[in-house]
């Protein structure tokens, strides 16, 4: 018994840090929709993430570095209640996002890289 005991103490280690590459969608995994510049140097973005029956997303974090705003569009499990800065709104074709800056200033953050929303 004692070796299944240390083999779960293994795994267990790796598991959480596989259960943490999922907190952040690939480019592929979302479709931005629209980018609309709002009144004063703010943005709504509508994004349709892909349609996953185990993960949702509850909107984005977000970060200010460099004179960039940098969004991260958070993937969760159905199972969890994840924090965010700012909440999705569920939409007519996906979901709304009212983010902080102008397009021009916004790079949206990918597990796979980023993104820079308006040039």
Known sequence: MRPILSMALMLTP????????????KK??????AAQ???SDTTRLVYQPLLESLF????????????REKITLVRCSIHERC???FAAKAVEHGFELVLPAAPRD???????GEVRLAD
């Open 83 to 85: 924090a965010v800065d």
């Open 106 to 112: 916004i790079d949206l953050v990918f597990s796979d």
């Open 14 to 25: 790796l598991s959480a840090v596989c259960a943490e590459t999922f907190d952040h969608y």
């Open 37 to 39: 510049p709002l009144a």
């Open 56 to 67: 949702y997303c509850p909107g984005a974090v977000g970060e200010r570095k460099d004179g």
């Open 28 to 33: 592929a995994d979302i479709e931005i929709l």
